[in-house]
């Protein structure tokens, strides 16, 4: 055999292996004029945990960097940053090589130019139509439901739409189809679990439009420990305090005493207290729970949090009312409560005569009893 052979052959396997590495790994790499010495971070981008960083790379005094992923970008989002710049990336996970190039400033301002990732030049694109006004905010919404890659919709959500309660429609839509198109993607499940969360956003938004002074007080009609059906209506002629309340408040136990005291001194000139507990557990929770048994000693559980609670802070009154279903309470999605403690006065005649009354309640009693 020939030397020239030989070493070919020698060569010939390390040749091979390089090409594998090549064909499986991934490099995003580019120039960032004004970025010189700066540090560049490739973070994978979640929406119920916070990034993680994942890899990181010295811009040289030329402006040049190189990452590389050794086995390869998985599909998902990811976010290029340097400092309080940064670019998103949105990968199909096939992408071999990603090229960068802009100015520092221009990552923010979608002002650079991107090759390699089809899935982040559409969405660069999109937002870059909208920026120079070839579309307008309803092209755009046009664009995110139905147009772009649903992983690219998402993206838009997040980033331009900020998951305001206002485009729910369109998280819906977009959300429908990334469960469609990427049913085993984590952001899809993430993203369809945060829709319920803003769909009780606009119902608050709506009842707190509702809940103001002079207006009628929304009527009530849940059970109370022993199932006995009680309603805020059955009150009327009283002056009553509606307190949305939990046992694993805080807040709401050191609040107790103080309505307490108030009930006590003034149960018996025409004050009382109707307490709505959001205790128990909501959809969410309820639905991971698919065994029958489980879940109904799941809510005897916290039925019996709830019913110790009252007898622990010795709150006497005969109001008491859960539908155990936390956040989920139809009492407080009709009041728009999306926080505890929060309290409403409601007058003899079954309107709301203060809002949240504190160091004041007593104060308050006293002007409208």
């Known amino acids: 055999m020939t030397l020239f052979k030989?070493?070919?052959?020698?060569?010939?396997?390390i040749t091979f292996v390089a090409a594998c590495a090549q064909s499986k790994g991934t490099t995003i790499s580019g120039k960032i004029t004004g970025?010189?010495?700066?540090?560049?971070?490739?973070?994978?981008?979640?929406?119920?945990?916070?990034?993680?960083?994942?890899?990181?790379?010295?811009?040289?005094?030329?402006?040049?960097?190189?990452?590389?992923?050794?086995?390869?970008?998985?599909?998902?989002?990811?976010?290029?940053?340097?400092?309080?710049?940064?670019?998103?990336?949105?990968?199909?996970?096939?992408?071999?090589?990603?090229?960068?190039?802009?100015?520092?400033?221009?990552?923010n301002e979608f002002d650079y130019q991107l090759k390699g990732s089809p899935l982040t030049e559409q969405y660069f694109q999109t937002v870059r139509d909208f920026i120079d006004k070839k579309t307008d905010l309803q092209g755009l919404i046009?664009?995110?439901?139905?147009?772009?890659?649903?992983?690219?919709?998402?993206?838009?959500s997040a980033r331009l739409f900020n998951f305001r309660s206002d485009f729910l429609d369109m998280f819906k839509k977009v959300s429908t189809r990334m469960t469609k198109t990427y049913p085993d993607f984590q952001i899809t499940k993430e993203f369809a679990d945060i829709i319920p969360k803003i769909e009780q956003e606009v119902q608050a938004a709506l009842a707190a439009q509702?809940?103001?002074?002079?207006?009628d007080a929304p009527e009530i009609a849940l059970p109370d420990p022993d199932g006995k059906i009680r309603k805020l209506s059955d009150y009327k002629g009283k002056l009553v305090l509606l307190d949305f309340w939990a046992s694993w408040c805080g807040p709401c136990r050191k609040a107790n005493p103080g309505v307490v005291a108030v009930y006590n001194k003034y149960k018996d000139k025409g004050f009382d207290?109707?307490?709505?507990?959001?205790?128990?557990?909501?959809?969410?929770?309820?639905?991971?729970?698919?065994?029958?048994?489980?879940?109904?000693?799941?809510?005897d559980f916290q039925k019996g949090k709830w019913v110790a609670a009252i007898d622990q802070d010795?709150?006497?009154?005969?109001?008491?009312?859960?539908?155990?279903?936390?956040?989920?309470?139809?009492?407080?999605?009709?009041?728009?409560?999306?926080?505890?403690?929060?309290?409403?006065?409601?007058?003899?005649?079954?309107k709301i005569v203060a809002i949240n009354p504190r160091t004041d309640l007593e104060e308050q009693v006293l002007k409208n009893l």
């Not at 207290?273 to 309820?286: E, H, K, N, P, T």
């Not at 155990?324 to 003899?348: C, H, M, N």
């Open 142 to 156: 046009q664009a995110t439901e139905e147009k772009v890659d649903p992983m690219v919709g998402f993206q838009l």
């Open 6 to 13: 030989k070493i070919f052959l020698f060569l010939l396997p």
């Open 273 to 299: 207290v109707f307490s709505v507990s959001l205790d128990g557990i909501d959809s969410r929770m309820a639905a991971r729970l698919t065994d029958p048994n489980q879940l109904k000693e799941q809510m």
């Open 35 to 107: 970025g010189e010495n700066l540090t560049v971070y490739l973070d994978q981008v979640f929406i119920s945990s916070p990034p993680k960083m994942l890899l990181q790379d010295k811009i040289g005094t030329d402006g040049t960097f190189k990452i590389v992923i050794p086995d390869g970008i998985k599909q998902g989002i990811y976010r290029m940053r340097i400092g309080e710049q940064m670019l998103d990336i949105i990968s199909d996970g096939s992408e071999k090589e990603i090229t960068v190039s802009s100015t520092l400033s221009g990552l």
């Open 210 to 215: 509702k809940i103001k002074l002079g207006a």
């Open 314 to 350: 010795k709150l006497t009154w005969d109001g008491h009312v859960s539908d155990l279903k936390k956040w989920d309470s139809s009492a407080a999605e009709e009041y728009g409560v999306r926080s505890i403690p929060q309290t409403f006065l409601v007058g003899r005649d079954g």
